[in-house]
């Protein structure tokens, strides 16, 4: 599990050079672990699947960022959105494209 720690810090400190620092968010995703949420200081976003809460607890930990509670509020406010993301909700909305 500590190489697993330490390889999801290694990405949280990278995600964080790359945007001017950064803000995370763990949930819990059942079965699959738990989803840690990142958000840079630029506005971007991203994601990482941590094999277990603990672990994901433990990643954000290591690599130093501010962890918030929930995913709302001024946190959410902080993520910038462009066409793209407008587009792939508009479509998964009216029923766009699916995985399967």
């Known amino acids: 599990m500590a190489d697993k720690v330490a390889k999801l810090a290694k990405q949280i400190n990278a995600f964080a ?3 001017g620092g950064a803000e995370a ?3 819990y995703i059942g079965q699959r672990g738990a989803r840690i949420v990142l ?8 994601d ?12 954000v930990g290591q690599a130093g960022v501010t962890v918030h509670e929930a995913f709302d509020g ?4 902080k993520v910038k959105t462009g ?14 494209p699916s995985n399967g």
């Open 74 to 77: 001024e946190f959410a406010a």
């Open 83 to 96: 066409p793209y993301e407008w587009s792939r909700m508009a479509g998964i909305q009216v029923g766009g």
């Open 39 to 46: 958000v840079g200081a630029d506005g971007g976003w991203g």
């Open 17 to 19: 050079k790359s945007h």
């Open 25 to 27: 968010q763990v949930a």
């Open 48 to 59: 990482l699947v941590a094999p277990s809460y603990e672990t994901a607890e433990q990643a």
